[in-house]
């Protein structure tokens, strides 16, 4: 039986992934727009194992599938922000 988060592999692929993003943000250029971009996918790609995470501390049930529900929802927010980041570096290089 799972008795902390931590052991949930969904939950440890997060954190894989939000590390990853920080370290990919700290490679980007801060102008103004990229400094918008990195704010929105830091707190993108946070919220997904910060959901799992307090969703499985806090409630069972129902509550607690709502939680990953906006985890999946962080997740899909990440994958369209990474996106943007993508095609607009893709355009500088032009």
């Not at 599938?65 to 899909?76: E, M, P, T």
């Amino acid at each position: 039986m799972i008795s902390n988060y931590k052991e949930l592999l969904f939950w440890q692929r997060a954190h894989q992934v939000i590390l990853l993003v920080i370290k990919l943000c700290k490679n980007l250029p801060k102008d103004g727009i990229s400094v918008i971009l990195i704010n929105q996918v830091i707190r993108a790609a946070g919220s997904v194992g910060a959901n799992i995470a307090e969703g499985f501390g806090r409630y069972k049930g129902k509550e607690y599938k709502r939680f990953i529900q906006i985890a999946l929802g962080s997740a899909n927010e990440t994958e369209y922000w990474l996106l943007v980041i993508s095609e607009r570096k893709l355009n500088n290089k032009q």
